[in-house]
């Protein structure tokens, strides 16, 4: 891999991992489409560190009042504050993302890196994100989640094991048919994202380390880092005024462009 090769990698993978457009589907199509060499799922879950490392300091005061929290349950062993509770349903959220990534792991590598597929699954959720977004209300703020919110986020955001779903595009849309407004959606997806993307790098780095850390990983992980933070505040900004429906058209408009190099590729 040359240096242009992780550094567009890596802008690929800030902006697309916090938009709602699918880091993994765009990380794997970028390479099919350039005829470069695929640099495989460990390279991928590398640049995580890099959009890991801005969603921790973006968010540094969350995260600080949700550690305060935490280790506030741990002595009394009751939940009793909205920070409190914010921590639970992030542990809540997390569950079955993980246990997703455990079952089907090797099919992640593999089989779900189809462009076909891709192409499909970002159509569908394309489709899913614009319908949610625009005929579900916004009357709930991301003080008034509950468990069971939570949960069924998480259940959407293991959807995102098939590149094309997204990460931020099925936790977005999930949160969005349940009724939270539009700007509660995105940072409760950007808060559920670190532990599944922090259990992703504990697993999946060390083998891009084995191969050696070269200029190339290091571009790669510094371009997500930079490239995320400029997502994440675009994002915010954007959906305290505007819809998701100009991401749904993006979707689809890849969606289709994969489909017409497939079919003259042949």
Known sequence: MTVLQALVLGILQGLAEFLPISSSAHLALAPWAFGWNDPGLAFDVALHLGTLA????????EWGALLRSGVDIAGKRRVETPEEWRV??????TIPGAIAGLLLEDA?????????????????????????DRFMPQGRSIAE??????????VA???ALVPGFSRSGSTITGARLLG???TSAAVFSFLLSMPITAAAAILKVPDAVREGISLPLVVGVVSAALSSWLAIAVLLKYVS???????A?????LGVAVLLVLAVRG
Do not use: H
């Open 241 to 247: 005024r505007n819809s998701y429906g100009i991401f």
């Open 249 to 253: 058209v993006y979707r689809l408009a």
């Open 180 to 182: 939270i407004d539009r």
């Open 54 to 61: 801005t969603v921790l300091w973006y968010f540094r005061k």
């Open 108 to 132: 992640a590598e593999t089989a779900f890196r189809a462009p076909a597929l891709m192409a499909t699954t970002l159509m569908i959720m394309g489709i899913l994100l614009w319908a949610a």
């Open 88 to 93: 639970v349903f992030l542990i809540i959220g």
């Open 157 to 159: 955001q293991a959807c």
């Open 145 to 154: 989640l509950t468990w069971r919110d939570a949960l069924l986020v998480g």
